[in-house]
């Protein structure tokens, strides 16, 4: 088992700057692939950003240039910084890992979610 903390969520200024972080604790041995998901109001989750044990970095297109996601070594950390926020990034955001490639979307351990919330 993988427990996952999140921490970092509030509220900020469009154009600001907010910084996600994420621990994980347990079996983290086997852990490949870290992400962060968002899921908004009245919408479906969505990917944000994953890091793989290979070092190979995803994010989704809206984020590209603004999101810079880092891990540690150890793959026990995961840090979102988020640049230049925008009103449509709020949305809960949660941590997410398994053992399996990123590419496979295998996520079977997930954090409590932080939310984050953007103001014009």
């Known amino acids: 088992q993988v427990h996952l903390e999140e921490s970092g969520g509030g509220s900020v200024q469009a154009g600001g700057t907010l910084t996600l972080s994420c621990a994980a604790y347990g079996y983290t041995f086997n852990i490949d692939c870290m992400g962060w998901f968002r899921q908004a109001p009245g919408s479906a989750r969505e990917q944000v950003a994953t890091a793989d044990s290979h070092g190979t970095i995803t994010y989704t297109d809206s984020v590209k240039g603004r999101f810079t996601i880092s891990q540690n070594s150890a793959k026990t950390r995961l840090d979102m910084q988020m640049n230049n926020v925008k009103p449509e990034d709020t949305a809960i955001y949660y941590c997410?890992?398994?053992?399996?490639?990123?590419?496979?979307?295998?996520?079977?351990?997930w954090g409590q979610g932080t939310q984050v919330t953007v103001s014009s």
């Open positions: 997410a890992t398994g053992p399996r490639p990123c590419q496979e979307g295998d996520f079977p351990y």
